[in-house]
């Protein structure tokens, strides 16, 4: 970057703030998200981010919600999106884990995978138990940290590679209730128990247990987590789930070391 004109340096860097609104807006979902919460989150002057929001919303990349005044993804996205194929279908590869894990536990459970410094829902499955936890739909994301299959993720990285993520999101963390240091004890927790536990960190009357998948799919960081209600999870239950997410995760690990290059559908039933 040292070594690039002037101009060029800056046309990266209005590259990169556009990118973090973008993502901001993505977390945000449901209501959206309003100047003030983009450029508190992103860490951006108002002026700034508002010229930016502007900017993307003309090229279709934003809406704004003329009422709330709040900016949601933009249907040149989602059209980006119908084009864009992954090289490795990670929701195909682990659609079996998924169901065997929903089905020993009777809870809803998660893959969850890294994107940047967040963590990106790509896929769950409701449980059987009467009262579903759900807090979390395909296609949220979250700071790295937040979160049980966040935390185990996050867990996974090398140390200083962790500790980076950790500084970058650390006024992020503040609106989960949270600072870096308390997300540095808890990845400090997980490295040493094997996987993560959290509670009510996203919805109060949740809990949820998350182990990383070994190297990942397909080299990104990843985890399978369970979520369900407080006292569905227990410390004694807590201790069976683990176990069945190792096992799971184990028989998915050895399952991707022999899946051919390009592999989009699991060979486990």
Do not use: W
């Given at each position: 970057?040292?070594?690039?004109?002037?101009?060029?340096?800056?046309?990266?860097?209005?590259?990169?703030?556009?990118?973090?609104?973008?993502?901001?807006?993505?977390?945000?979902?449901?209501?959206?998200?309003?100047?003030?919460?983009?450029?508190?989150?992103?860490?951006l002057?108002?002026?700034?981010?508002?010229?930016?929001l502007?900017?993307?919303?003309?090229?279709?990349l934003?809406?704004?919600?003329?009422?709330?005044r709040?900016?949601?993804?933009?249907?040149?996205?989602?059209?980006?999106?119908?084009?864009?194929?992954?090289?490795?279908?990670?929701?195909?590869?682990?659609?079996?884990t998924?169901?065997?894990?929903?089905?020993?536990?009777?809870?809803?459970?998660?893959?969850?995978?890294?994107?940047?410094?967040?963590?990106?829902?790509?896929?769950?499955?409701?449980?059987?138990?009467?009262?579903?936890?759900?807090?979390?739909?395909?296609?949220?994301?979250?700071?790295?940290?937040?979160?049980?299959?966040?935390?185990?993720?996050?867990?996974?990285?090398?140390?200083?590679?962790?500790?980076?993520?950790?500084?970058?999101?650390?006024?992020?963390?503040?609106?989960?209730?949270?600072?870096?240091?308390?997300i540095?004890?808890?990845?400090?927790?997980?490295?040493?128990?094997?996987?993560?536990?959290?509670?009510?960190?996203?919805?109060?009357?949740?809990?949820?247990?998350?182990?990383?998948?070994g190297?990942?799919?397909?080299?990104?960081?990843?985890?399978?987590?369970?979520?369900a209600?407080?006292?569905?999870?227990?410390?004694?239950?807590?201790?069976?789930?683990?176990?069945?997410?190792?096992?799971?995760?184990?028989?998915?690990?050895?399952?991707?070391?022999?899946?051919?290059?390009?592999?989009?559908?699991?060979?486990?039933?």
């Open positions: 970057m040292d070594n690039q004109p002037a101009s060029t340096a800056d046309g990266a860097r209005v590259v990169r703030r556009a990118v973090s609104l973008l993502r901001e807006v993505s977390a945000a979902r449901g209501n959206g998200a309003t100047l003030k919460m983009l450029a508190d989150s992103s860490g002057p108002q002026p700034t981010a508002h010229r930016l502007k900017v993307l919303q003309a090229e279709g934003l809406e704004r919600d003329t009422a709330s709040a900016y949601r993804l933009g249907s040149l996205l989602y059209e980006f999106g119908l084009a864009a194929v992954p090289r490795v279908d990670a929701r195909r590869l682990c659609a079996g998924l169901e065997r894990i929903t089905r020993a536990v009777g809870d809803t459970t998660y893959l969850n995978s890294r994107s940047g410094n967040d963590a990106l829902c790509l896929d769950r499955r409701e449980g059987s138990f009467e009262i579903r936890a759900l807090p979390i739909e395909v296609g949220n994301r979250r700071p790295l940290g937040v979160g049980a299959g966040a935390l185990a993720v996050l867990a996974s990285l090398p140390s200083t590679e962790a500790e980076a993520v950790i500084e970058a999101n650390a006024k992020r963390y503040r609106r989960h209730g949270l600072t870096a240091e308390r540095r004890t808890y990845v400090e927790a997980t490295r040493a128990r094997g996987f993560a536990i959290t509670s009510g960190r996203i919805v109060a009357r949740y809990r949820g247990v998350a182990i990383a998948v190297n990942g799919i397909g080299g990104v960081p990843a985890s399978l987590s369970v979520v209600v407080a006292e569905r999870l227990d410390p004694r239950r807590i201790e069976q789930v683990a176990r069945i997410l190792i096992r799971e995760e184990k028989s998915l690990r050895e399952m991707l070391a022999i899946a051919p290059a390009g592999q989009t559908e699991s060979p486990l039933p």
